[in-house]
């Protein structure tokens, strides 16, 4: 099962961007790069998806290296309501959502 | 608006009892899931569905039972037999079990047992 390690907390000032990086060393050939944000109380949702280079939408970037051993989720202009825990998943070459591992992600607190 | 519709939102039980969470889409998707949230930790998975009348033990099943009878339904029983079942319970969906199919949350039954 491919494993992602990425920081356990990040404390930022409102409008600077914030990347978040995951490392992912065993990630097998099939698998995608999803992150989710989860806001107390809250499901996560769904913010962004990659298998290579950049991906980027209305809410924030995605980068992945060539290796694809890490990504970097790149949210611009932070606000305070970004305030919330960001998840990196990875599967495990079975290619099936059901396989996919939520950690303890990174709480991310935004500041005025 | 498409979605997923859990309820109760905050549920409290009796020790010994069991208790059954509702879990509804109407975003027309395949795949169903239930995960299991303890505080401070990441989501954990119970069961999930594929199609209807189809499911499959994840990760911690034990204690927990599940149904697939209509599209858009997946309730999840949690049973007596289930040792710590104080959490918080998310369901989603997802149009196929595929990695590229995102998930979607309800948001969440908190379920506590005394």
């Known amino acids: 099962l491919a494993k992602t390690t990425q920081p356990i907390s990040m404390d930022s000032y409102e409008g600077q961007e914030v990347n978040i990086t995951c490392s992912h060393n065993?990630?097998?050939?099939?698998?995608?790069i999803t992150w989710y944000q989860q806001f107390p109380s809250q499901g996560p949702r769904f913010i962004i998806q990659g298998y290579k280079t950049k991906v980027t939408n209305e809410v924030a970037s995605l980068f992945i290296p060539a290796d694809r051993k890490s990504s970097t989720l790149s949210l611009p202009r932070v606000s305070l309501s970004d305030t919330a825990v960001y998840y990196c998943l990875v599967g495990d070459d079975t290619g099936t959502a059901s396989k996919l591992t939520f950690g303890t992600g990174t709480r991310l607190q935004v500041t005025l | 608006d498409g979605g997923i519709t859990q309820s109760p939102k905050y549920l409290f039980r009796k020790e010994g009892q069991n208790v059954t969470l509702s879990c509804e889409q109407n975003l027309n998707h395949d795949a169903m899931y239930w995960y299991r949230q303890d505080p401070g930790q990441g989501l954990r998975l119970i069961y999930y569905?594929?199609?209807?009348?189809?499911?499959q033990k994840g990760d911690i099943a034990e204690g927990y039972s599940v149904s697939r009878e209509k599209k858009e339904s997946f309730p999840l029983t949690v049973t007596s037999a289930q040792k710590n079942p104080t959490a918080f319970y998310l369901c989603?969906?997802?149009?196929?079990?595929?990695?590229?199919?995102?998930?979607?949350f309800g948001n969440g039954t908190r379920l506590t047992v005394t």
């Open positions: 569905s594929q199609i209807v009348n189809d499911f």
């Open positions: 065993n990630i097998a050939t099939n698998d995608y």
């Open positions: 989603a969906s997802s149009v196929w079990t595929g990695q590229d199919s995102p998930l979607h």
